[in-house]
Structures are given as C-alpha cells and as structure tokens.
C-alpha cells in the first residue's frame, strides 16, 4: 500500500492567518485529493491535485480560499487561508496509485486544524 | 451527480452479534463500491470492496453485498468484536473516475 505522511498533524491558529499542510507519498501516484472531515461527519472532497497544472475544485470550494500544488507525482500541499473558526476541521490527502488494486483509495492520517 | 445513502447513522450490537449497514446508491453506471473503516482518531482505511460484475465478496469475518438492479449493497460483519468498533464509510464510483461519492458513515459500537 501507498505510505502517506502529512505535516503538521495538528494546529491552532489564529483567525486570519493562513497554514499550509504538506502530503508526501513514498511512490508515484496517479492521482491525489484533498478532503475536509469535520467532526462526527463523512468525507468532503475540496479538490483533486493535478500534477503541472490547477486543481480541480468541488462545488463549495475555490482556490482562493484553499490553494493548492503539486509539484510533482508524489507531493502536494493545501493552504487554508484567511482561516475563521469555521475551518476548524481534519484536513485529509489521498490518492489513488495505479500500479496498486484498482481504484483503491489510501488516506494520509490527516491534519486536526483548530481555528481560534 | 452520484448520491450514496448511509443506513443507520448508528449500530449498537453485543460482542458475537453480527451487524449490517446499508447503502444505496443514484447512479447506475457506478461499478465500484468500496467500504472504509475509521477508529477514533485515525484515517480511514479500506476493509473491502466490490466490483459491480459480482453480487458478493467475503473476507473472514466481513462480507459485502451488492444488488445492481435495486442499486444497493451492505455490509456484514459476523461474530462483533469490541475492536470492530468504528466508524464505518461506504462509497460509490464510476468507471474511468477514480473518486468515490461517500456515505455519511455508521458508527459501530460492539459491546463486551
């Protein structure tokens, strides 16, 4: 399986700063996502990370707010910016590897923001 | 876009009890459905999945079903351990998109 880290695992900040979390992944990867789990809730998807070009945003979501990069096929990071108590959240990165089991999804252990 | 519904949002059984938790999806070209496991505080792990060419899938103690005509498929652990405690995510994909629609999650409690 992938083998998926995140830094930092949690935060608090201040409303109006902006953190930036970073997903690294020991292989290549085909794809990678970024999703926001808050607390007691499913999985939401914020957007897909494309190597060399813009992500793709779900609805809800805009770059401004939450950018993102990825350099190249096994690093990406995500900036919550302007951030208010609302984005207080567990921030997830994801991918999906093809030479792995098809479609099949890992998780990196996520970053526990708190916004104050 | 794809819906996926989650039933029940909560699941309490005693210990050797089994458990199911169902999951109804909109779309019919979905084809790959999924099931994660998240304990308290941790990621979301993969436990099994199925592809829409089969009805049914087992490993020990779990198992996962799936009816395309009724486009609903669920989960079954047999003989509860505290440690299946957790929460537990079912998901719904299409072939050619690598991204699952998600349910709202079931949260298990096994009982010693």
């Known amino acids: 399986s992938a083998v998926i880290s995140q830094k930092p695992s949690r935060d608090i900040c201040q409303r109006g700063t902006s953190l930036t979390i970073q997903c690294q992944v020991d292989s290549q990867v085909t794809m990678m996502f970024w999703y926001r789990q808050q607390p007691g809730q499913s999985l939401t998807l914020i957007a897909t990370?494309?190597?060399?070009?813009?992500?793709?945003?779900e609805s809800g979501f805009v770059i401004d707010k939450f950018p993102i990069s990825r350099p190249n096929l096994t690093f990406s990071t995500l900036t919550v910016s302007n951030m208010s108590p609302e984005d207080s959240s567990i921030y997830l990165c994801?991918?999906?590897?093809?030479?792995?089991?098809?479609?099949?999804?890992?998780f990196g252990p996520g970053t526990r923001l708190t916004v104050l | 876009g794809e819906n996926v519904e989650q039933h029940p949002s909560t699941l309490s059984v005693q210990e050797g009890d089994s458990a199911v938790i169902k999951c109804t999806y909109s779309d019919s070209a979905s084809n790959y459905f999924p099931w994660y496991k998240q304990e308290l505080g941790k990621r979301p792990q993969l436990i099994i999945d199925i592809r829409s060419n089969v009805g049914e899938k087992k490993d020990q103690r779990i198992a996962v079903t799936l009816n395309k005509t009724a486009k609903h498929f669920s989960l079954h652990i047999t003989e509860t351990q505290p440690e299946d405690s957790a929460v537990y995510f079912c998901a719904a994909s299409k072939g050619g998109s690598y991204i699952p629609t998600f349910g709202r999650g079931t949260s298990l409690i096994v009982h010693p």
């Open positions: 990370a494309n190597q060399g070009s813009e992500a793709t945003y």
């Open positions: 994801s991918v999906v590897a093809s030479e792995y089991s098809y479609n099949e999804q890992f």
